[in-house]
């Protein structure tokens, strides 16, 4: 058979991705050139198969039967063979080459995500998805006014998949009778009595306005003092001293001295 070319240093072994790149272009340049005028490719896969017969100048062979890929080109006389050896176990960083900007052991080996380019996970993004608790969702902040409360208004549990910011505030409708409803049998809320606390009556109000509690003057309490029929109180005159208890009765203001 022809005669074989041997890349004379295995590229496996070759540490610098610029001296990796010159050997290989070295043993490859001659076969380049007469790829770019090749008529006929040929791939043989085992020992068992057959080379080609009636091969032309310039034919490719694709050689995989020792176990490694062996590359050959017919130059019209002879099989002119390349031999790439086997590439096996884990490539160095500086076999890989530099691609980017994420460094591993000082090398840049791929350049980062970016929203519109797939690549390595940045430091920045595995901090924020280390923040971001199992389970949540995107959910937006909604921008629209909060509903209004309505007092009598029945609950429930929403259906929008919007947030709320933390100050927002409701705007209430106003409270009437009708909304607060009747409390206490027909009124809004039962008067108070002498044994349950509740409403202060009319009535109790009207007694409440009547009693003027305490009240002074240089003299005995006149209509100066209790204007109003219904008034009373207790008074205080100056001048003894003497203290009253007053009233006004239809316009007559009467009163019992204390002692």
């Known amino acids: 058979m022809g005669s074989r070319i041997h890349v004379s240093r295995a590229l496996v072994d070759i540490e ?20 770019n005028s090749q008529t006929v490719t040929y791939t043989r896969l085992g020992s068992n198969s057959p080379y080609p017969l009636a091969p032309n100048p310039n034919d490719i062979l ?17 099989w002119i063979y390349f031999d790439f050896g086997s590439f096996t176990g884990s490539i160095t960083e500086n076999q890989h080459g530099a691609l980017g900007r994420v460094t591993t052991g000082g090398n840049a080996l791929h350049t980062v995500a970016t929203t519109s380019q797939a690549g390595f996970e940045s430091t920045s993004d595995k901090t924020k998805l280390d923040g ?14 909060p509903a209004t409360v309505t007092v009598a208004g029945a609950g429930s549990a929403g259906s929008s998949t919007s947030a709320s910011k933390a100050d927002h ?4 409708t106003a409270l009437d009778d009708t909304t607060h409803g009747a409390r206490g049998g027909g009124t809004l809320h039962a008067d108070a009595t002498t044994s349950v606390a509740g409403f202060l009556s009319s009535a109790d109000k009207t007694k409440i306005n009547y009693f003027l509690g305490r009240t002074s003057s240089a003299s005995a309490p006149t209509t100066t003092e209790y204007p109003v029929s219904q008034n009373y109180g207790f008074h205080y005159n100056s001048t003894g ?4 208890f007053a ?3 239809a ?4 009163s019992v001295q204390l002692t």
Do not use: K, M
């Open 16 to 35: 610098d991705p610029q001296e990796f790149r010159s050997a290989l272009e070295s043993n490859l340049r001659d076969l380049i050139d007469q790829l």
């Open 62 to 78: 694709y050689d995989y039967s020792t176990g490694s890929l062996r590359v050959a080109v017919f130059d019209g006389v002879q």
């Open 132 to 145: 971001i608790a199992t389970g949540a969702t995107n959910t937006p902040l909604s921008a629209s006014t």
């Open 169 to 172: 505030a409701h705007p209430v």
């Open 241 to 244: 001293p003497i203290r009253y």
């Open 247 to 249: 009233w006004n009765d």
């Open 251 to 254: 316009g007559t203001v009467y």
